[in-house]
């Protein structure tokens, strides 16, 4: 039980006893009025009246000694009654021993049948869970959320949200089926593919062997600096046993992460430990691009340029996708290269070593559609307000430089 409480309370009472008890305590007087004294004051009054009429004439002797007598012995009588004056001096005293016993004990009594003491206490407050509270308001928004993308099934967004939503509940089940559905929607974005990647490995014991990585992959060639996606990658491929590849990567973001922080420290002990458990590994050679099948030979070089009427449209450090596709079936890149619109006019050789999918690469497709693309948003796939540029068919034998100008808007 809370001391604090009771002390209060004892405080509150005896001040209210400061208060009232006095009022009981004082000795009380009462009297009434001094009869006797009244009666002789009325005799002396009448008296006078009858000297003034025997003065006056208007009694005369006899009448005057038979009222006289009269007069003495009404206050005889008078003064025969007993003084009614009473002096009250304990009167009351009794109420403070009722207030000061019979009061607070039955207010503690009450209190104890109905009162809750325990919750004055700190321990009843910290008992309070505030953290379910919070989780399970958050399960009823999830599943609200979940019942409104019934209704909206082709909302890409929407399944992004909730997967997010399923991840950080530690739903991961979930979390891969809404992603799967994010993903299918909203395509080749590299957020989209990191969080789809890490809902996978979360849900099948943190590995990163297979989808993961190969998601993985497909964000470091459309954002070869990803920080996250270097992170991962090196631990899927240190995860398969690919030494070489996860040091090249971690390398990669050592270099790109500040000295002083404690993520630089970690990275750095994970390349020492692969160090020292494979001193195969070439430590000065590093490899920027993900590991893909080896290159059949085929390439296309494209000169890009931008035209003049776009330049105001464009930003310096907006990304330049430089791509190609099938001219026919799935959408994805065959090849790509990312660069900036700060170093346009530029050439660019495609090849299958920048093949996405080790199935779908330039060698697979006698022709093929190239694009160049400038995406404000820095997302791989298209959006309204783009600007692009294409040429299709073009023959993957042809040896010759194809130029795109990049003159378009995508709508």
Do not use: C
Request: net charge negative; proline share 5%.
């Amino acid at each position: 039980m809370n001391i604090l409480f009771w002390l209060i309370v004892s405080i509150l009472i005896l001040t209210a006893f400061l208060f009232v008890l006095p009022a009981f305590w004082r000795k009380r007087v009462i009297a009434t009025t001094d009869l006797d004294q009244e009666n002789i004051n009325i005799a002396k009054s009448r008296l006078r009246e009858l000297k003034e009429s025997k003065v006056l004439g208007a009694l005369s002797d006899a009448e005057y000694q038979e009222q006289l007598a009269d007069l003495e012995l009404a206050l005889s009588d008078d003064l025969d009654i007993k003084n009614p004056i009473q002096t009250l001096n304990d009167q009351g005293r009794w109420a403070v021993y009722a207030v000061v016993l019979v009061i607070p004990l039955l207010a503690t009594g009450l209190y104890f049948l109905l009162g809750n003491y325990p919750a004055v206490s700190h321990t009843a407050e910290m008992s309070v869970d505030v953290e379910a509270a919070k989780v399970a308001e958050i399960g009823n928004m999830v599943n609200r959320l979940a019942e409104k993308m019934k209704a909206n099934p082709d909302d890409g967004q929407g399944w992004l949200m909730l997967g997010r939503s399923y991840r950080a509940l530690e739903q991961y089940p979930k979390a891969v089926d809404t992603l799967a559905n994010a993903y299918r929607i909203l395509g080749e974005k590299p957020e989209v593919m990191m969080l789809y990647a890490d809902a996978l490995a979360s849900n099948n014991d943190k590995s990163l062997i297979g989808q993961p990585s190969d998601l993985i992959t497909k964000v470091l060639i459309l954002e070869p600096e990803n920080m996250e996606a270097l992170w991962l990658g090196g631990m899927a491929k240190a995860q398969s046993g690919e030494d070489q590849a996860a040091y090249d990567r971690w390398k990669k973001l050592l270099g790109l992460l500040s000295p002083d922080t404690e993520d630089y420290k970690n990275v750095n002990g994970l390349l020492e430990q692969l160090l020292a458990e494979n001193p195969q590994i070439k430590a000065g050679e590093t490899s920027n691009k993900p590991t893909v099948a080896p290159a059949s030979g085929v390439e296309v070089t494209i000169d890009v340029s931008l035209a003049d009427e776009l330049k105001a449209s464009a930003k310096v450090g907006d990304i330049v996708f430089i791509y190609a596709q099938a001219l026919s079936g799935p959408k994805m890149p065959l090849a790509i290269e990312r660069k900036k619109v700060s170093d346009l006019p530029l050439t660019v050789t495609l090849n299958d070593a920048m093949a996405m999918m080790p199935t779908m690469k330039l060698s697979s497709f006698p022709q093929v559609k190239l694009l160049a693309r400038i995406s404000t948003s820095g997302n791989a796939m298209q959006q309204p307000g783009d600007l692009i540029g294409t040429v299709e068919p073009v023959s993957i034998d042809d040896k010759i430089h194809h130029k795109i100008v990049i003159n378009g808007t995508v709508k």
